[in-house]
């Protein structure tokens, strides 16, 4: 049994909304796992699988963004180690990446949130937006707005792909 069966079954004992939106916020596999689910495992409507995904995708980012920001002010200045690693890391970054995220600002963000693909989500959305600096409310905007994408192009393919498998099966 995979990882998502197994969730899948911790989460029988909520309902199937909850256990969407549980789904959606966790890091492992966020609206990428939480959608899919919702569809085909709770047979949800789209609109409602949807938005649950989406609050549930949405739910933890304020916090992360308050997390990183403190914990990494924290950290810093109890570890001059752990400072010499983040300020290494945020230089790294800004070096390589800068130069998009100056040209297009929340709109980088915003379409790295977009893609859905492992290490592309929320969460990796805000650790890029503490990289750069990004504002708390431009961050959640992009964030949100790559989510939207990223919901969309999860549904297509979900739909598709579960219209496409029932049409071979002739279900």
Known sequence: MGITETLVGYLAIFPPAVGTIILAALPIGELRVGLPVALLVYKMPVGQAFVLSLIGNMLPVY????????????ARLKSPAIDR??????????RKLGRQVDDYGVWALAAFVAVPLPVTGA???VLAAFVFGLSKPKASLAIFLGLIVSA???TALTLGTSFTVKALLGL
């Open 152 to 154: 969309s192009i999860v």
């Open 63 to 74: 916090f992360l963004l308050l997390f990183f920001e403190r914990a990494s002010e924290y």
């Open 123 to 125: 969460w990796t959305g």
């Open 85 to 94: 690693f983040l300020a290494k890391l945020i230089d790294r970054t800004q």
